[in-house]
T-cell receptor
Framework: DAGVIQSPRHEVTEMGQEVTLRCKPI?????LFWYRQTMMRGLELLIY????????DSGMPEDRFSAKMPNASFSTLKIQPSEPRDSAVYFC?????????????FGQGTRLTVV | AQKITQTQPGMFVQEKEAVTLDCTYD???????LFWYKQPSSGEMIFLIY??????QNATEGRYSLNFQKARKSANLVISASQLGDSAMYFC????????????FGAGTTVTVRA
């Protein structure tokens, strides 16, 4: 398996524009997580899905952020409109929903810069 | 409330020496899993080691071992025989069964290995 695939790797956009980040989880993993990492706030869990259903979106900063998982092999995180403070590295991770030794596998991240 | 606490923002260690990274957690679950991840300067998240709440023995993976003290709710990572390549950020994380397997991370500890 190729692992968790995120696209794009880098995104530079102007304030006010819509940004869509994409994630393809590892086949068979039915838990998917979106994290945001900044120097100031560390690694924050934004939202996570089990079996394509959003379980907890309490980490989503505001209504400008939305996430979907239309099927088991694809998820998107959308920011509309984007603001400079959204600049961060966004990680997607997938795992099995279990407490056994099933670590979450992370994608390479998307570095977002909003100017 | 903070679920995972890592109180050491940064640490220095001499090459070939051991270093202990502290992690305490907060949960009322009986069943949970604890993870450690490494993030080098290149940015990827690398899984290191796992400890289940019912595991009676401390987990070990090569030079990594986890000092699990359940009554104290601590899960400290020990890196033995430090190498220059161990310089990175280290994150402690927890999954709770009662919380739909949500994976929460601590703030991280930066380790710098000196030659």
């Amino acid at each position: 398996d190729a692992g968790v695939i995120q696209s794009p790797r880098h995104e530079v956009t102007e304030m006010g524009q819509e940004v869509t980040l994409r994630c393809k989880p590892i086949s068979g993993h039915n838990s998917l997580f979106w994290y945001r990492q900044t120097m100031m706030r560390g690694l924050e869990l934004l939202i996570y899905f089990n079996n394509n259903v959003p379980i907890d979106d309490s980490g989503m900063p505001e209504d400008r952020f939305s996430a979907k998982m239309p099927n088991a092999s694809f998820s998107t995180l959308k920011i509309q409109p984007s603001e400079p403070r959204d600049s961060a590295v966004y990680f997607c991770a997938s795992s099995l929903p279990s407490l056994e030794e099933t670590e979450a596998f992370f994608g390479q991240g998307t570095r977002l810069t909003v100017v | 409330a903070q679920k995972i606490t890592q109180t050491q923002p940064g640490m220095f260690v001499q090459e070939k020496e051991a270093v202990t990274l502290d992690c305490t957690y907060d949960t009322s679950d009986q069943s949970y899993g604890l993870f450690w991840y490494k993030q080098p300067s290149s940015g990827e998240m690398i899984f290191l080691i796992y400890q289940g709440s019912y595991d009676e023995q401390n987990a070990t993976e090569g030079r990594y071992s986890l000092n699990f003290q359940k009554a104290r709710k601590s899960a400290n990572l020990v890196i033995s025989a430090s190498q220059l390549g161990d310089s990175a950020m280290y994150f402690c994380a927890m999954r709770e069964g009662s919380n739909d397997y949500k994976l929460s991370f601590g703030a991280g500890t930066t380790v710098t290995v000196r030659a």
